[in-house]
């Protein structure tokens, strides 16, 4: 019995490394397949994937470095992501660009939540 269930686990585990090698050796980036990337990229979002947003996102700034609309859309994924050190990086090269807009505020709403201590967040 325990065999076989110890057999079953490294066929669904070896199924799941095969499926993600698959998706990343057969990657196509949104705007060679005609869409548009931040909508993509909020698709993902929308269902809680925010690894293949960031993907999506960082590949379209990678082609595109000044898609204004990546790079907050961006902002969100990491903040949806927990991840404190990308969220700040963006946001500090994002400020002057977007200081005095209302999205600035969220930004920095969001920034005070995961980097309280963060002074690009409190002015």
């Known amino acids: 019995m325990m065999t076989?269930?110890?057999?079953?686990l490294g066929c669904l585990a070896a199924v799941m490394m095969g499926r993600k090698f698959w998706r990343a050796a057969t990657y196509t980036k949104p705007r060679d397949?005609?869409?548009?990337?931040?909508?993509?990229?909020?698709v993902f979002l929308a269902y809680g994937r925010t690894k293949e947003a960031v993907r999506v996102l960082q590949d379209t700034l990678a082609d595109?470095?000044?898609?204004?609309?990546?790079?907050?859309?961006?902002?969100?994924?990491?903040?949806?992501?927990?991840?404190?050190?990308?969220?700040?990086?963006?946001?500090?090269?994002?400020?002057?660009?977007?200081?005095?807009?209302?999205?600035?505020?969220t930004i920095q709403k969001n920034g005070r939540e995961m980097d309280p201590l963060n002074?690009?967040?409190?002015?």
């Open 33 to 42: 397949r005609g869409i548009d990337p931040v909508g993509e990229a909020e």
């Open 4 to 8: 076989a269930m110890a057999s079953s």
């Open 119 to 123: 002074p690009l967040f409190t002015t």
């Open 64 to 105: 595109e470095p000044d898609n204004l609309a990546a790079k907050v859309t961006l902002l969100r994924a990491y903040s949806s992501d927990r991840d404190v050190k990308a969220y700040s990086q963006l946001a500090f090269d994002l400020k002057t660009v977007l200081h005095g807009q209302t999205v600035w505020q």
